[in-house]
C-alpha cells in the first residue's frame, strides 16, 4: 500500500534552512508528481508547492524564491528545501501524491498523504 | 489565485441529521474540486474527488455534488465517527487552494 513518510523537522530560527524529505514506498514514485502541503497550529490547509513526474515545478507566492521542491528518484524521496524562515512558516508539512495515473500530466487533487513533520520557526 | 469560499466555518448537528456544507469558487473550476476529511492530530482523507465521486471504501453516507463555481458536500446521515474538519480543494488552477475547513460537531 502507498505510504509516505516525512522527516526533517524541527526548530529552526528565523532565517535558517531546513530540508524535508518524504520516503514514498508502495507506487512506481518517478510516475507520480508529489505536493507538499501545511498546516499552521490550528489553522487550515495551505498547498506549498508541487512537482511533476518530469521535474516540472510551481510555488505558492508566500514560499516562491526561498523554498525548492525536488526529487531523487533513484531513492523514491520527496524534498523541501526551505530557506529564509519565517516564524510564519511554522506549521506541520505535509507530502501527498498527486491523483491520476502514472505519468498524469495535470495537477491535481491529492490522494495519499503523509502523517506530517512538524517545522517550528523561532528564536 | 482561485479563492474558496466555504460554509459554515463549524456546524454542530445530532447523530442521523443530515449535514451539508457549501464550497464557492471565485471562477469556474468546471468538476476539479475534492473533499478531505481530516481528524485531530491526523493527516487529511479524500473522500470525494471530481465533485461527485466517491472514493473507494468511504460510506456511501458521503456525497458531492455541483460543477462550475457552486459545490455541495453532504452527509446523509451523521455518525460520531464524523466529528472532523472537512475541507475543499480545487485543482483547476496549477496553484491549488482550499477552502477554509468547516469543523463538524456532535449537538
Known amino acids: 500500500q502507498v505510504q509516505l513518510v516525512e522527516s526533517g523537522g524541527g526548530v529552526v530560527q528565523p532565517g535558517r534552512s531546513l530540508r524535508l524529505s518524504c520516503a514514498a514506498s508502495?507506487?512506481?514514485?518517478?510516475?507520480?508528481?508529489m505536493h507538499w502541503v501545511r498546516q499552521a497550529p490550528g489553522k487550515g490547509l495551505e498547498w506549498v508547492a508541487f512537482?511533476?513526474?518530469?521535474?516540472?515545478?510551481y510555488y505558492a507566492d508566500t514560499v516562491k524564491g526561498r523554498f525548492t521542491v525536488s526529487r531523487d528518484n533513484s531513492k523514491n524521496t520527496l524534498y523541501l528545501q526551505m530557506n529564509s524562515l519565517r516564524a510564519e512558516d511554522t506549521a506541520v508539512y505535509y507530502c501527498a501524491k498527486n491523483g491520476g495515473g502514472p505519468y498524469y500530466y495535470q495537477i491535481s487533487g491529492l490522494d495519499y498523504w503523509g502523517q506530517g513533520t512538524l517545522v517550528t520557526v523561532s528564536s | 489565485d482561485i479563492q474558496m469560499t466555504q460554509s459554515p466555518s463549524s456546524l454542530s448537528a445530532s447523530v442521523g441529521d443530515r449535514v451539508t456544507i457549501t464550497c464557492q469558487a471565485s471562477q469556474d473550476i468546471s468538476n476539479y474540486l475534492n473533499w478531505y476529511q481530516q481528524k485531530p492530530g491526523k493527516a487529511p482523507k479524500v473522500l470525494i474527488y471530481?465533485?461527485?465521486n466517491l472514493e473507494t471504501g468511504v460510506p456511501s453516507r458521503f456525497s458531492g455534488s455541483g460543477s462550475g463555481t457552486d459545490f455541495t458536500f453532504t452527509i446523509s446521515s451523521l455518525q460520531p465517527e464524523d466529528i472532523a474538519t472537512y475541507y475543499c480543494q480545487q485543482y483547476d488552477s496549477l496553484l491549488l487552494t482550499f477552502g477554509g475547513g468547516t469543523k463538524v460537531e456532535i449537538k
Open positions: 471530481d465533485a461527485s
Open positions: 508502495g507506487f512506481t514514485f518517478s510516475s507520480y508528481g
Open positions: 512537482i511533476r513526474y518530469d521535474t516540472n515545478n
